[in-house]
């Protein structure tokens, strides 16, 4: 099957960065039709005006699948901000919090744990955007296996996450090659 990203004969994976809010999920269920797009590399890609026939994944989805109903949280939509529910966790913070924690924890052990996690499910027939792309082991991960196309997306008028966040941050130098702004 053919790739609507290919280039060559190494199977693309799109991977998505950008600050918590900004937009990832929004880019891949409405297109780029809301967006500017910028191309920063001489990037051989193209970008598909939609991404409807592309499998959406995520790294953080097996930590989510496992940690949330472990602690008896059932309701995920809402984990980024429930502080009501911050007598399920052993420690202080939202459920967000909790699951950064568990996934430093995780990636201590090992710093590809989660791409590993993603690469074992991921049905290989398929063209796959990645919209939870955090760190740059997961590119360097992926880079020698699939052809890699990377999207910052940018949202001004979002706060910033405090610099002390290194999920939202650890990135912030990595020259993609699109960015695309609503």
Same mark, same amino acid.
């Given at each position: 099957q053919s790739s609507i990203f290919c280039i060559?004969?190494?199977?693309?994976?799109?991977?998505?960065?950008? !600050?918590?809010?900004?937009?990832k999920d929004h880019l891949v269920r409405n297109g780029l039709s809301e !967006?500017?797009?910028?191309?920063?590399?001489?990037?051989?890609?193209?970008?598909?005006p939609s991404f409807k026939d592309v499998s959406c994944l995520k790294f953080a989805s097996h930590l989510k699948e496992t940690v949330l109903p472990f602690i008896g949280y059932?309701?995920?939509?809402n984990y980024e901000t429930d502080k009501d529910k911050v007598g399920l966790l052993p420690v202080e913070g939202t459920i967000r919090e909790y699951l950064i924690g568990v996934a430093k924890v995780a990636r =201590?052990?090992?710093? =590809?744990?989660?791409?590993?996690?993603?690469?074992?499910?991921?049905?290989?027939?398929?063209?796959?955007?990645?919209?939870d792309w955090r760190y740059p082991n997961e590119y360097e991960f992926l880079r020698d296996k699939y052809?890699?196309?990377?999207?910052?997306?940018h949202r001004n008028g979002i706060a910033v996450p405090p610099l002390d966040v290194t999920s939202e941050h650890s990135l912030d130098n990595f020259e993609t090659d699109f960015v695309v702004l609503p």
């Open positions: 060559n004969e190494m199977k693309p994976i799109v991977l998505v960065c950008g !600050y918590r809010c900004h937009g !967006y500017v797009v910028l191309r920063k590399k001489k990037s051989p890609f193209n970008l598909p059932t309701t995920p939509e =201590d052990i090992d710093p =590809d744990f989660f791409v590993k996690m993603l690469l074992a499910s991921m049905k290989e027939t398929s063209d796959v955007i990645i919209t052809e890699v196309i990377t999207i910052r997306v």
